[in-house]
């Protein structure tokens, strides 16, 4: 372990309270009541108020790239893993480690692990990062112009946002699941700074210009790759409901959503299986700006209930693949 990564900046939240995951669940812009209503989360299957998945950016932001401080840390891709859930008065410890380092005449690519333990040093959740480290210091997506709406555009984002579903306590079970499902769309946006403000008042708290994070945020007016994660784990965890698990979530990243974009994030199941006693769908997943470009891509599996085979079992103690 390379004790100056682990300990490259300190954690913005480390204890599970119930004010630290509704800040950060306002930061998301994600409701849920198994994040925020304790009377809905005791009549869970979990017996009590949990944090969202991506919770964990609070504790660390998971960019491990030191050194080359003269260049961006661009967010490339993640591919986290849960093992159990997070729940409230837990406490969150983590712990760095800078896995790889490659040089090209471009950039220099850095690789690295963080895992998240509670106060029982038991597992909860690892991300692996991949950061871009450019040569060149690229132009601030914050000097683009914003995008400007029209009356009917707003009216129609307005009617997304209001028409989208959460599972909650309906239970979705395994059987009733096949490839070609949708999940989504979840509209974010426009994107305002109020957004982002919000986003690092859950997560980050405000960064500074040096700070030993990757690129976005208040610096450039823009939504960084944590930010844009945990709008997809929103995605996943309104449609999945309270009795399913998220196991792993993997993304590229194509560019950030700038200030005044919209972004729409949408999956359709693509695979299922069984696994060691898990009923397991995978996901594929996609972000794309209001202009129709790609933002992000990538895969998810999530652990459902079954009508045979019971409720999903936690902790899981080995990763998951994706069959594709």
Known sequence: MDEAVAAVRQPWVQDVTRDAVRHFAWGVGDNNPLWLDPEHAQRSCWK???????????????????????????YASVDWQWFDVIRLDAQLVAAAQLVDTYSNTDAVTQTGTVEFRNGCAALLARATTTCLRPNKRLDSIGGAPNRRYGDDELAAIERAILSESR??????????????ERLGTLTKGPLSIMDIVAWCAGALGVPALDAPVSAGGLVDEAATGPQVTAWFAHLITDWAGDDAFLHRLQLT????????????????????????????????????????????????????????????????????????
């Open 167 to 180: 599972r909650g306590a309906q239970i979705r079970r395994w059987e009733n699941t096949a490839p070609g």
């Open 48 to 74: 009590g108020i949990l944090a969202p998945p991506c919770f964990a950016y609070a504790v660390h932001e998971t960019t491990v790239a030191p050194g080359f401080d003269d260049r961006p840390r661009i």
């Open 253 to 324: 990243f194509a560019r950030q959503p700038g200030l005044g974009s919209t972004t729409l994030l949408a999956g359709e199941i693509v695979d299922r299986w069984m696994l060691d006693g898990l009923c397991v769908v995978q996901l594929h997943l996609t972000a794309t700006s209001q202009d129709d470009e790609t933002l992000a891509s990538g895969t998810a599996l999530v652990a459902l209930a079954s009508t045979e085979h019971g409720a999903v079992s936690l902790p899981i103690t080995t990763t998951i693949d994706s069959r594709s």
